[in-house]
T-cell receptor, first 111, second 113 residues
Framework: GQNIDQPTEMTATEGAIVQINCTYQTSGFNGLFWYQQHAGEAPTFLSYNVLDGLEEKGRFSSFLSRSKGYSYLLLKELQMKDSASYLCAVRYDSGYSTLTFGKGTMLLVSP | NAGVTQTPKFRILKIGQSMTLQCTQDMNHNYMYWYRQDPGMGLKLIYYSVGAGITDKGEVPNGYNVSRSTTEDFPLRLELAAPSQTSVYFC????????????FGPGTRLTVT
């Protein structure tokens, strides 16, 4: 299978900036997604990268380096409501738009 | 426009029982997916469908079956439930293969005892 690695847990303070990293196997890569999942809820889409570089969307940005098999999600001006699990997911050529998910990074934002 | 809906929200099954998890989407999406999520784990793909009458296995299909007779509905069948199938099940849909995102239903929390 295709391993997708991301840290299990991270903590940060309200108002700070946090970067959540994701590494993946590059063979057959065809796009990377970030989802946010609050406890007991469904995942919701945050961002999509298929080309190298930074995609910015409000307080959230996502970066991709295809040659390194590396992505990060950057969250600025953290708010308490950003406490959630952040899932990195990769689409590979072998599937009909199927995604392979990492285990998720649980982010805890404290006052 | 309700998006993706799933029923039931919660269910407790005894070992060996069977049940069907319902999933319906009203966005006219061709692609639909079933995932399971265990505590501290990512989403694992069980089955997916690229259109009515077409289904295929994902990463963890054993113990499950699906059907896709209409564009809207994609039920997941558990036969002979086992404790290892205790999990949260999410259904998702997307418009087409090149679509960026999948839309997720609220999930079904299943316990097998």
């Amino acid at each position: 299978g295709q391993n997708i690695d991301q840290p299990t847990e991270m903590t940060a303070t309200e108002g700070a900036i946090v970067q959540i990293n994701c590494t993946y196997q590059t063979s057959g890569f065809n796009g990377l997604f970030w989802y946010q999942q609050h406890a007991g809820e469904a995942p919701t889409f945050l961002s999509y990268n298929v080309l190298d570089g930074l995609e910015e969307k409000g307080r959230f940005s996502s970066f991709l380096s295809r040659s390194k098999g590396y992505s990060y999600l950057l969250l600025k001006e953290l708010q308490m409501k950003d406490s959630a699990s952040y899932l990195c997911a990769v689409r590979y050529d072998s599937g009909y738009s199927t995604l392979t998910f990492g285990k998720g990074t649980m982010l805890l934002v404290s006052p | 426009n309700a998006g993706v809906t799933q029923t039931p929200k919660f269910r407790i099954l005894k070992i060996g029982q069977s049940m069907t998890l319902q999933c319906t989407q009203d966005m006219n999406h061709n692609y639909m997916y079933w995932y399971r999520q265990d505590p501290g784990m990512g989403l694992k793909l069980i089955y997916y469908s690229v259109g009515a009458g077409i289904t295929d296995k994902g990463e963890v299909p054993n113990g499950y079956n699906v059907s896709r007779s209409t564009t809207e509905d994609f039920p997941l069948r558990l036969e002979l439930a086992a404790p290892s199938q205790t999990s949260v099940y999410f259904c998702a849909s997307s418009p087409r293969e090149s679509s960026y995102e999948q839309y997720f239903g609220p999930g079904t929390r299943l316990t097998v005892t």
